[in-house]
């Protein structure tokens, strides 16, 4: 268990950081079969470098295309500050909107 209280889930053999992250993983999957999103990805990573120097590297949850748009994901069940800089980061750095599932 973890400081926030996540309990490990593995399912399809990929073990996930909490039942919320396993839980969005399936329906992300039900979706991927019936054509709804393509191109999952897990764990996409997103480096964030300012000013040609590395500060540090954001992990997201999922990443997929729908409706021709990409969506990058992350299943927030505790908010730190840390993740709060990190979200501007991407935003600022990669333009992308981090898309919070609860």
């Known amino acids: 268990m973890s400081k926030y209280g996540a309990i490990r889930t593995t399912v399809d053999g990929i073990t996930f950081a909490s039942k919320a992250e396993a839980a969005r ?3 992300l999957c039900l979706l991927l079969r019936g054509g709804e999103i393509s191109d999952l990805q897990l764990q996409p990573r997103f480096p ?3 000013n040609g120097v590395k500060c540090g590297t954001y992990v997201a949850d999922f990443q997929y295309v729908s409706g ?3 969506h990058v994901e992350d299943v927030k069940g505790v908010s730190t500050p840390v993740y709060a800089l990190k979200k501007k980061l991407v935003k600022a750095i990669h333009g ?3 898309e919070e599932i609860r």
Request: cysteine-free.
């Open 96 to 98: 992308i909107d981090i």
């Open 68 to 70: 021709g748009s990409t």
């Open 48 to 50: 964030l470098v300012v």
């Open 25 to 27: 993983y399936k329906e």
